[in-house]
């Protein structure tokens, strides 16, 4: 939990900027571990089974190539290659078979959300925040449906998490994806990539607080001017490297998102620095 002076900051904030996967569920969980297995099998079944997957992955070589990028076998990937090879095998995707991509993105995240479970608190802080006159924005690596009642990854989360379908429609228009940083060739972490992120928001980068799980994601919102909140969902002990990162940019470590958010919320709710906003 954060301690009074902490909350009252970040609850000075009138923007959210949230990661999704291992922030606003937790690392534990698995559901994020599950997706890479699974995009991994899933690439080299499609490789090796259709025409459709000759085109896909005849572009992904072909942009192997282009940008210099080592990935052992374009045709039969491991989970250490998907850092350099997803968002290439994306784009091949939107390349080769742009009305495919919704489809296979589904194939790709699988369907274990199950393995996460309904959040009433996280459900809790986000309405208190938006009636105290925050803007809820999503920066992520995974996929989010840009269509009405497309339901893609980020989709897929919310829903399990217990948000209403009106939640879950604006989301699409606040949320920027895999698909629209593999179009601008940059995403997390790169600083062009938040520069992108923060010109489709609009946001006030001074005025907002991001939430990631990865440090890496961090450093870059925080040189941008963001408020960082590390979601380090789990009881293991991060990596020292990524501590003494944390210590040099001021990110705060928390266990727990939606009580860490519920916090901020409700410290808003009650300052009577607010009390006029909403």
Sequence with gaps: ????????????????????????????DGLHDFIQGNITTTFNNLVSGTAFGQDVVARFEQLIIGQGVSVVDPRHIE?????????????AIQDAAPTQFDECMAAFYGDRYD???????????FRQAQAKGVAIFFYTNGPSGNKPGSHLHLQKVLQRRGFDSAFIELSRARAYDLQMSVRAGRGKPTPKGMRDF??????????????????????????AGLKSLWTWTT?????AADTDIACGIGAVRVRHTADTLHQIATARLNSPALKRTG
């Design 198 to 223: 923060l010109d489709y928001s609009g946001i006030d980068p001074h005025d907002a607080l991001m939430a990631d799980d990865q440090i890496k994601n961090l450093k870059t919102a925080h040189d």
């Design 115 to 125: 393995l996460i479970e309904p959040e009433p608190k996280l459900v809790d802080a």
């Design 79 to 91: 989970r250490t290659d998907l850092s350099v090879a997803f968002p290439l095998i994306v784009r």
């Design 235 to 239: 009881n293991r002990v991060p990596p």
């Design 1 to 28: 939990m954060l301690n009074q002076h902490e909350a009252e900051e970040f609850a000075a904030k009138s923007a959210w900027v949230l990661d999704v996967d291992d922030c606003l569920y937790d690392i534990d």
